[in-house]
């Protein structure tokens, strides 16, 4: 079956950098797009940036410019490269593939925590 792992969260100070991988296992098919979500304490879970087939990349306002979402040369990873980090970036960040089916996985969740 599919599988997706995160890993690469943690704690980090304001204005660190944390690097968050999702490693894709089982039998997906073709992907369509990749995507990073987070979901802040008492919040709902939000997108946070798209890769799309094309390699196209959209990003919430909020994250623009510090993060980077991308992938490897197989499409059996995905990442998002978080910089400048903020005590807002606070969340539990979920990776998300869809195939051509429109199949979507989700992975279990890494927490990042951003705190002096």
């Known amino acids: 079956q599919v599988q997706l792992v995160e890993s690469g969260g943690g704690l980090v100070q304001p204005g660190g950098s944390l690097r968050l991988s999702c490693a894709i296992s089982?039998?997906?098919?073709?992907?369509?797009?990749m995507a990073w979500y987070r979901q802040p304490p008492g919040k709902s879970r939000e997108l946070v940036a798209t890769?799309?087939?094309?390699?196209?990349?959209d990003y919430a306002d909020s994250v623009k410019g510090r993060f980077t979402i991308s992938r490897d040369n197989a499409k059996t990873t995905v990442y998002l490269q978080m910089n400048s980090l903020k005590p807002e970036d606070t969340a539990v960040y979920y990776c998300?593939?869809?195939?051509?089916?429109?199949?979507?996985?989700w992975g279990q969740g890494t927490q990042v925590t951003v705190s002096s």
């Open positions: 089982g039998s997906i098919g073709i992907i369509r797009d």
């Open positions: 998300n593939v869809q195939n051509i089916r429109l199949n979507s996985y």
């Open positions: 890769l799309e087939s094309g390699g196209r990349t």
